[in-house]
């Protein structure tokens, strides 16, 4: 089955500065990857997304790359604010998998004022 | 309007009860699925169904029993309680199978004592 690696588990950050999470994947045949964010006493919420035919994605301060051939993708947030501070998960699917998509183990945020 | 909704958002309960948590989204999307959330923050998929037939199943314990009465609902009984089992339940949906955007609830706390 897929397996998803993120890195780092933890990351701290100057308000300001960026920010990047990486994770990789084991199913080549994965085709949608997307990235939820969760508050404290909350559920993950999808920030962006990319699917396999795209290498990158941006909306606003939030950008997504994908390498398909390395079989990763990463999460970049610019000019961070301390409202960025939460958990990031990455996941990957494929539509063939009825519907399991598999998530990272989750990265936690912590942007400093 | 919430989409996912989840009951209850916390539940203490002693070891070896039994217990039930609901969820209802009123989105329209076909596909239903429970996660167990750890301590660790750690997000792994339970259940999936879609049109209210089950479609994945993880290796859960057959102590948990999910039904799906109508495509919007999905509960999650459990029977005899144990301490592992105590983590945040969370519920979501999603418009196709696997690949596409999944929309979570707020989770529901269950502590087994």
């Known amino acids: 089955g897929e397996n998803v690696e993120q890195h780092p588990s933890t990351l701290s950050v100057q308000e300001g500065d960026s920010a990047v999470i990486k994770c990789t994947y084991s199913?080549?045949?994965?085709?949608?990857f997307p990235w939820y964010k969760q508050e404290l006493g909350k559920g993950p919420q999808l920030i962006i997304d990319i699917r396999s035919n795209v290498g990158e994605k941006k909306d606003q301060r939030i950008a997504v790359t994908l390498n398909k051939t390395a079989k990763h993708f990463s999460l970049h947030i610019t000019e961070t604010q301390p409202e960025d501070s939460a958990v990031y998960f990455c996941a990957a699917s494929k539509v063939t998998n009825a519907g399991k998509s598999t998530f990272g183990d989750g990265t936690t945020l912590t942007v400093k004022p | 309007d919430t989409a996912v909704s989840q009951t209850p958002k916390y539940l203490v309960t002693q070891m070896g009860n039994d217990k039930s948590i609901k969820c209802e989204q009123n989105?329209?999307?076909?596909?239903m699925y429970w996660y167990k959330q750890d301590s660790k923050k750690f997000l792994k998929i339970m259940f999936s169904?879609?049109?209210?037939?089950?479609?994945i199943n993880e290796t859960v314990p057959n102590r948990f029993s999910p039904k799906s009465p109508d495509k919007a609902h999905l509960n999650l009984h459990i029977n005899s309680l144990e301490l592992g089992d105590s983590a945040v339940y969370f519920c979501a949906s999603s418009l196709g199978q696997g690949n596409t955007e999944a929309f979570f609830g707020q989770g529901t706390r269950l502590t087994v004592v």
């Open positions: 169904y879609n049109n209210k037939e089950l479609i």
């Open positions: 989105l329209g999307h076909d596909t």
């Open positions: 199913d080549s045949a994965s085709n949608y």
